[in-house]
């Protein structure tokens, strides 16, 4: 193919870039001829100039990458052309199946550096060596989306660690919400094939609001608690950088005397929590499908690394039997109140893979990874994990030596005596492939010490496909979810159940989820049946054991868990022609100084040209930089451009959106004019920008959202 344009310079391969194989070879040959030449009209690119040969995967190097090779000019192509079969045939094959569940995720490289020890309960050296930093790789992904669904539903995400240690791979497989939608991996498959696309039409994509998702959940109470997470805004988050992870399950630490201790993993965002609100979730999505991966990416590349503060929950068999629930059941938590947490280190995200298919498709985390130090719970679910994730690996990589992925591989040691199979990359040497031998001296062997070993843990009772009576319990932390959220959170949550069950064509079902509402709050029950049109309430179904009030745990919050900080925020500033520049750059200070970066938002992305008669380069453009994609906005136009604006669309739209998603609002007097034709009336979430102190007044504002606002706007359930 010619390149259109002479003008055009022919794309550049990033040096940096370059396999080092290649690079090498560039050596080998010293071309003598311009590094662009002119052949026949068209423009080709040959090695020379620090650039390496262009070859085969043979090594074979290629005269010619534009034309495949033909009978005549205009003739039949010959199958003899070795090179347009290879490079056709290897892009054929360029995909791998994508993730049955997690099939939409981004992922970072990082640390976690560990700051108390947690000798007393454990040998792993990742929780004793305080002060080192163990290399991460992290995974954080929607779950019902496949890889080309957008950034953005209403959905738990993913959140998986793996930690390079020194003892081996430790993968911590977790997700944003601490508790899970059943207590048995044998009825996952039902769960998934209900919550994605339905199969005989292919949709909805990446969506809970549907028939078979809630015919599924509401004939599974056990599913109770979870539903009022996901129905709350945990499952919107504004980035990934302000998401809790929680590793769900019970855990054991081992210690050298071969104690154990049950563990919970958690770990919280330093930026604190923050959610967007459904209106401004489902613009997003339209306004950018890839607004989670590119705020990450975004902030890595800008050096503001997302970090996680690491907190684990320790407590004894003995301690757990005194609990009001099971910890071995995941659909219950718990309540920081009753084992509070231990902060033991840090987690930061500092690099941006080079590659999203060798790194972050590739990458292969299983529950079943663990260290030396560190052992499984009995909870069911995490069982059926323990051999769910293995057995995927072998369909998605195609391999059993998808551990020598370069992702996947430890960075310490291993060796084994495991041999061949599928895209084997090693060369193991010497006659022995088997233990225990005696004619090799330096075979790998066991280590009676330091070695995995399980816990002793004592097992009794009746093999049989049974529940424990203490998984019965399906409402009481459903409740104590509910009655512990702020009014503005429990407005969205039914809010959230009348547009889901609104979505639910069958009413049977719909009765049937407003049925189990009645167990865990009265009022919710009824906002949530009025939102859908009841005329009256549908019976409660009989719980299979009796309801329990527990204390109020405001840690289940979400606005509790905000910070009072603009930091790792964006503030979108709407300017046009005649704008006032001084007004402009007092706001960029401070917000800049707030620790928040600013985006200039304009009618045409060349910029404007201010009073002072100045240009000013613009971020976006307009219609394609929303409102929805910042955290505040100021309006600083003359009162000429405000009258022009008020007949854009896009201008009344960023405005109005920007009051109903509750945003502080900034305005100059042409600001003011452009509100007030959008007919906005401002209150006291909208900041004049001309008067003094109003920076700071700014700030103070855009750290949080204008909860009171939301009566005026929205009619909540
Ligand atoms: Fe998963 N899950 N899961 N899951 N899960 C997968 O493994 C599975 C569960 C979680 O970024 C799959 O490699 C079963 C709970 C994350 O690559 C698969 C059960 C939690 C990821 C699988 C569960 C999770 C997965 C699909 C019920 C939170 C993405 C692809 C017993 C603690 C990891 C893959 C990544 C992925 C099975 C329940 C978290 C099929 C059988 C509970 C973060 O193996």
Redesign the pocket.
């Known amino acids: 193919m010619a390149l259109v344009d002479g003008n055009d310079p022919p794309a550049r391969p990033n040096p940096d870039q370059a396999d080092p194989m290649n690079k090498s070879k560039s050596k080998r040959t010293a071309h003598a001829v311009p590094a662009h030449i002119a052949d026949g009209g068209e423009l080709h690119q040959l090695a020379g100039d620090g650039h390496p040969e262009l070859t085969t995967n043979q090594g074979a190097a290629l005269a010619d990458n534009q034309n495949s090779l033909k009978a005549n000019a205009r003739g039949p192509v010959l199958l003899e052309d070795f090179i347009l079969r290879e490079k056709i045939t290897h892009f054929d094959h360029e995909r791998i199946p994508e993730?049955?569940?997690?099939a939409r995720?981004s992922a970072a490289h990082g640390y976690f550096e560990l700051t108390h020890s947690l000798e007393r309960y454990t040998t792993a050296r990742v929780l004793t060596d305080v002060g080192t930093q163990t290399p991460i790789f992290s995974?954080i992904?929607t779950v019902a989306g496949g890889a080309g669904s957008v950034d953005t539903p209403r959905d738990v995400r993913?959140?998986?660690i793996k930690f390079y240690t020194s003892q081996g791979n430790w993968d911590l497989?977790?997700?944003n919400i601490p508790v899970?939608f059943?207590q048995d991996?044998i009825k996952?498959p039902d769960l998934i094939h209900a919550v994605k696309m339905e199969p005989d039409r292919g949709f909805p994509q990446s969506a809970t609001a549907h028939d078979t998702f809630w015919d599924f959940i509401s004939l599974t109470p056990e599913a109770m608690h979870m539903v009022m997470w996901i129905m709350s805004d945990r499952t919107l988050p504004r980035s990934l950088r302000m998401i809790e992870g929680?590793?769900?399950?019970s855990f054991r630490l081992v210690n050298a005397e071969g104690e154990s201790t049950f563990v919970k993993f958690h770990w919280r965002p330093k930026l604190g929590l923050q959610s967007t609100v459904w209106d401004e979730t489902v613009k997003i999505a339209g306004a950018d499908p890839d607004f989670h991966r590119r705020d990450l990416y975004e902030a890595i590349e800008a050096g503001t690394l997302p970090e996680w503060e690491f907190a684990v929950q320790l407590f004894t068999e003995t301690e757990a039997d005194a609990f009001p629930f099971d910890h071995l059941d995941?659909t219950k938590l718990i309540p920081e109140e009753l084992v509070p947490l231990q902060v033991i280190g840090r987690l930061v995200f500092d690099r941006w893979p080079d590659n999203f298919f060798a790194e972050t498709e590739q990458?292969?985390?299983c529950p079943s990874h663990v260290v030396p130090g560190i052992d499984f719970s009995n909870d069911p679910?995490l069982q059926?994990?323990l051999f769910?994730?293995l057995?995927?690996?072998l369909s998605?990589l195609g391999s059993p030596n998808f551990h020598q992925l370069p992702i996947n591989a430890p960075k310490c040691p291993y060796a084994n005596q495991q041999r061949d199979a599928h895209m084997q990359m090693g060369q193991p040497r010497g006659r022995v492939a088997y233990e225990p031998n005696s004619l090799s001296t330096d075979s790998p062997r066991e280590t009676a010490s330091a070695g995995f070993r399980s816990t002793a843990s004592p097992e009794s009772g009746s093999k049989g496909r049974i529940r424990a009576e203490t998984f019965a319990d399906h409402y009481s932390q459903a409740r104590q979810f509910y009655r512990s959220q702020t009014q503005y959170e429990q407005a969205h949550i039914a809010s959230a159940l009348v547009f889901e069950l609104s979505k639910v064509a069958h009413p049977h079902v719909r009765e049937a989820m407003v049925g189990h509402l009645r167990h865990i709050d009265a009022d919710l029950a009824q906002r949530v049946g009025g939102g859908l049109g009841m005329k009256k309430l549908p019976l409660a179904p009989q719980p299979a054991a009796p309801v329990q009030e527990r204390p109020v745990s405001p840690a289940l919050q979400i606005i509790g868990k905000m910070k009072g900080t603009l930091q790792g925020r964006c503030v979108g500033i709407l300017i046009s022609d005649g704008s006032d520049g001084a007004s402009i750059t007092g706001l960029q200070h401070a917000v800049l100084k707030a620790g928040a970066s600013v985006k200039l938002i304009a009618p045409k992305v060349s910029g404007v040209r201010l009073l002072n008669g100045k240009h000013l380069a613009a971020d976006g453009q307009l219609a394609g930089t929303p409102s929805v994609l910042f955290d505040a906005v100021a309006i600083i136009l003359s009162t000429s451009a405000a009258k022009i604006l008020s007949s854009e669309a896009a201008a009344i739209d960023f405005v109005r959106d920007a009051y109903s998603h509750l945003k502080t609002i900034g305005v100059d007097e042409g600001g003011l004019n452009l509100l007030l034709a959008a007919v906005v009336t401002p209150d006291a979430g909208v900041v004049d920008l001309d008067e003094s102190g109003a920076g700071k007044a700014f700030i103070t504002g855009a750290k949080t959202r204008q909860w009171a606002r939301e009566a005026s706007i929205r009619t909540l359930a």
């Open positions: 993730r049955v569940v997690h995720g995974r992904s993913g959140f998986a497989v977790g997700n899970f059943i991996a996952f929680f590793g769900i399950h995941a990458v292969a985390f679910l059926g994990r769910s994730y057995d995927t690996q998605r």
